[in-house]
């Protein structure tokens, strides 16, 4: 374990290079370098902590006291003194140069640290951790701890949002920060992103068709149909195609989408069609109702560049607006209440595209 806190995870060290006399903006293109090192280094290495966790061998009674020091002083403590360095280097920089959203993300992170989670499902676990470690002797309370990797393995459950998990979210949140603003900016080849919002909409209700199968005369017909419903409009008006995995990870549940368009909450659904109830709040459940809250872009640029993925995790309008989220710190409610949705904008629009992600706001 030693070695995977040594070798595996990429830590922030605050020196400077010996010799060097760097400017403001290298000096924050430095830290950039590293969130982005990080990124591609730490979910691994935080996987292997739960398999660490997860390695009954290791957490007889007797590797106790030596498990605490590895867990409490040699990861917690060590990222507590890493986001130090971190928040100091960057505060002596000039404020305009430093993406804002880097603090916020720092204070969650360091909550965590200190036991002080905001996942509710860990309430009780963690804060029990830091009081009394011989808890750790219990496989089913250090399974809580250990979250998952990529959810249930076997027929071992493992709840895939452990406290581990929740370090690396956190983790992962600081670098987004620090290096999405830059790779946002840098993506706009062929296209720009002219305009970008979050919004909160009331309670509505999307009705629409699945797509699979669905022929152009079809869904020229389905349009028709909520034409005609003008009572019922829900202020966003607009033909969308949303996109979801009914809550579940992408690994897990498929990708579905659905023509149609948002409505007023509680609008009947014509013969034939299908809907989905989106919420203002959160039901603590995973799938619909979905939250009535999203970041929404609009774009210029060639409609065949705009919907390029060659070089995306998805295609240019969704990885330029999920990064941006990201750069932001804005929650991004996945995999319970993820969705997407794109927009047709119609003839008339100046604009060549626009998006809708789900947002936690």
């Known amino acids: 374990m030693d070695y995977i ?5 990429c830590w922030w ?9 760097l400017s403001d903006v290298e000096k924050y ?3 950039v370098r590293w969130s982005t090192d990080a990124r591609g280094r730490n979910p691994n290495a935080f996987d292997k902590v739960t398999e660490w966790l997860l390695d009954d061998s290791v957490w007889s009674g007797e590797q106790l006291s030596e498990n605490e020091q590895i867990l409490m002083q040699g990861l917690l403590g060590r990222f507590r003194e890493q986001n130090a360095r971190l928040r100091e280097y960057l505060c002596a920089l000039p404020a305009g140069l430093v993406n804002p959203a880097v603090f916020p993300a720092l204070d969650r992170f360091d909550g965590e640290l200190s036991g002080n989670t905001r996942n509710g499902r860990l309430q009780n676990a963690v804060p029990a951790l ?3 470690f011989s808890l750790m002797k219990d496989r089913s309370f250090r399974k809580q701890i250990a979250g998952g990797k990529n ?21 992962a949140a600081v670098q987004w920060t620090l290096f999405m603003p830059g790779t946002v900016e840098n993506m706009q080849n062929g296209f720009k992103m002219e305009s970008f919002e979050y919004r909160k909409m009331p309670a509505m209700r999307f009705i ?3 797509e699979n199968g669905l022929s152009p005369t079809e869904r020229e017909k389905l349009f028709r149909t909520l034409d005609a419903m003008d009572d019922y409009r829900s202020g966003f008006d607009y033909d969308v195609l949303l996109m979801h995995h009914y809550g579940l990870g992408v690994d897990v549940g498929p990708w579905h989408g659905f023509w149609g368009r948002f409505m007023k909450a509680d609008t009947p659904v014509p013969e034939g069609f299908l809907f989905f109830d989106f919420e203002p709040y959160h039901d603590g459940k995973a799938g619909p109702p979905f939250l009535s809250q999203f ?3 609009l774009f210029s640029g060639d409609p065949e560049t705009l919907h390029r993925r060659e070089g995306y995790d998805s295609d240019a309008m969704y990885d330029t607006v999920r990064n941006t989220m990201l750069g932001q710190d804005v929650n991004i409610p996945y995999p319970d209440k993820y969705w997407t949705a794109e927009v047709m904008l119609g003839e008339d629009s100046p604009y060549s595209g626009a ?7």
Request: hydrophobic share 30%.
């Open 5 to 9: 806190l040594t070798n595996e995870f």
């Open 13 to 21: 060290e605050s020196a400077e290079p010996r010799g060097e006399m």
């Open 29 to 31: 293109q430095r830290v």
């Open 130 to 132: 830091f009081s009394d």
């Open 151 to 171: 959810g249930p393995t076997g027929t071992d459950t493992v709840d895939f949002y452990g406290y581990i998990n929740t370090l690396k979210d956190c983790d």
């Open 208 to 210: 629409g068709r699945d």
């Open 295 to 297: 970041a929404y872009a």
């Open 355 to 361: 998006y809708m992600f789900s947002a936690a706001l």
